[in-house]
């Protein structure tokens, strides 16, 4: 069964850090696109972060620009695993946190309709 499951999430003050857990199952995650989203209340879902499959580039990465310098994602491809660390972190980080993935990507990687697995999601609330 095809499946990703993040963890990680919490309650935590402005200025602290956090890293979020995305497991695979089912898929070789490192043959995937894989890309990290987020969706605070009354809001649509926005891109974070994003890592090519280890084919392109060996794996390249791509920020959304408000997270740029604080948070970083990476692959381990022996725990067939997906991570985003992130530092700094601001009240209005604050949202749902899905992991997706994708075989293959249609456009730039940013928009959620380009990935077909998706978590079940993990809060992340930024306490000021």
């Known amino acids: 069964q095809v499946q990703l499951v993040e963890s990680g999430g919490g309650l935590v003050q402005a200025g602290d850090s956090l890293r979020l857990s995305c497991a695979a199952s089912g898929f070789t995650l490192s043959s995937y696109y894989s890309g990290w989203f987020r969706q605070a209340p009354g809001k649509e879902r926005e891109f974070v972060a994003g890592?090519?499959?280890?084919?392109?580039?060996?794996?390249?990465?791509y920020y959304e620009d408000s997270v740029k310098g604080r948070f970083t994602i990476s692959r381990d491809n022996a725990k067939n695993m997906v991570y985003l660390q992130m530092t700094s972190l601001k009240p209005e980080d604050t949202a749902v946190y899905y992991c997706?993935?994708?075989?293959?990507?249609w456009g730039r990687g940013r928009a959620p309709n380009e990935y077909d697995i998706w978590g079940q999601g993990t809060q992340v609330t930024v306490s000021s």
């Open positions: 997706a993935s994708a075989s293959r990507l």
């Open positions: 890592i090519t499959s280890i084919t392109w580039n060996g794996g390249s990465t």
